[in-house]
Nanobody, 115 residues
Framework: QVQLVESGGGLVQAGRSLTLSCAAS????????MAWFRQAPGKEREFVAL????????GYADSVKGRFTISRDNAKNTVYLQMNSLKPEDTAVYYC????????WGRGTQVTVSS
């Protein structure tokens, strides 16, 4: 089982950038497909981006395609989400998990984008 700790969130103005990190522990991280999800106030958690265990394949929600980039460093057991050209609608708590997601989630990291 993979344990997850997200970090890197904050308050930024629209158009700026942030990079989120997800530190994972557990024997199976380097063979696990990983993903980022987000949950905005009053909304359900939604998929943002995924990356295969080799890092060779990535995928994105239409709402972030071309602005966000997911990557991973298996030597550091870390998954990243580079977020550029942020919009107010990107405001949410961001979570990482395996893909498909496991039952246990981290605490997430808050991203707030002001207009």
């Amino acid at each position: 089982q993979v344990q997850l700790v997200e970090s890197g969130g904050g308050l930024v103005q629209a158009g700026r950038s942030l990079t989120l990190s997800c530190a994972a522990s557990g024997r199976t991280f380097d063979t696990s497909n990983m993903a980022w999800f987000r949950q905005a106030p009053g909304k359900e958690r939604e998929f943002v981006a995924l990356i295969t265990w080799t890092g060779g394949i990535t995928g994105y929600a239409d709402s972030v395609k071309g602005r966000f980039t997911i990557s991973r460093d298996n030597a550091k057991n870390t998954v990243y989400l580079q977020m550029n050209s942020l919009k107010p609608e990107d405001t949410a708590v961001y979570y990482c998990n395996t893909n498909p997601p496991g039952a246990i989630w981290g605490r997430g990291t808050q991203v707030t984008v002001s207009s």
